[in-house]
T-cell receptor, first 112, second 118 residues
């Protein structure tokens, strides 16, 4: 079982729909990233959070540490939101933190 | 700042050849990470450095892979000899910090190097 699980793997929606992408993890973490990878391949960090909720424009990320679960929401989705969204955690182990451990990503397509 | 710079952007080589990927982190960032992305395995951490010192190289797949960071502004990932299964996109990322609660630790990714080993 992967340490970081995302769902759904693929999501196709119509423009304007409210989008939710979920991430569950099974390890202790110090922080969680939501990353966006566009078709061109570049990776952009959307959020880094360790508690509560963060909002940036139409994007909202929440995390529940007790339940080891995070969600990424997109309001009023637009075709330019089409990308792969990747959940990544900074694990805490042994004497310190490790690098990022990634989920497999959610491939989102927003149709006009 | 120009962000994390990687070179080359694309590399095509033949099996058995040595490949060197380069990364320039954002100035002032103390952490540098090398990641590999494949269709089968997604993104994986290969190795990361703190203040030029390798901290965790447990993700380096084999002895054919080596990484160095001779100074704060430059790192290399070398594959010798290369094999077709090394074909992937290799990302370098840097951050001010690593663990903790603040955006201080956000990782910034380079554009990646797409490696094809024939």
């Amino acid at each position: 079982k992967n340490e970081v699980e995302q769902s759904p793997q693929n999501l196709t929606a119509q423009e304007g729909e409210f989008i939710t992408i979920n991430c569950s993890y099974s390890v202790g973490i110090s922080a969680l990233h939501w990353l966006q990878q566009h078709p061109g391949g570049g990776i952009v960090s959307l959020f880094m959070l360790s508690s509560g909720k963060k909002k940036h424009g139409r994007l909202i990320a929440t995390i529940n540490i007790q339940e080891k679960h995070s969600s990424l929401h997109i309001t009023a989705s637009h075709p330019r939101d089409s990308a792969v969204y990747i959940c990544a955690v900074i694990r805490v182990s042994g004497g310190g933190a490790d690098g990022l451990t990634f989920g497999k990503g959610t491939h989102l397509i927003i149709q006009p | 700042d120009a962000g994390v710079i990687q070179s080359p952007r694309h590399e095509v080589t033949e099996m058995g050849q040595e490949v060197t990927l380069r990364c320039k982190p954002i100035s002032g960032h103390d952490y540098l990470f090398w990641y590999r992305q494949t269709m089968m395995r997604g993104l994986e951490l290969l190795i990361y450095f703190n203040n030029n010192v390798p901290i965790d190289d447990s993700g380096m797949p084999e002895d054919r892979f080596s990484a160095k960071m001779p100074n704060a502004s430059f790192s290399t990932l070398k594959i010798q000899p290369s094999e077709p299964r090394d074909s992937a996109v290799y990302f370098c990322a840097s951050s001010l910090g690593l663990s903790g609660l603040s955006s201080y630790n956000e990782q910034f990714f380079g554009p990646g190097t797409r490696l094809t080993v024939l």
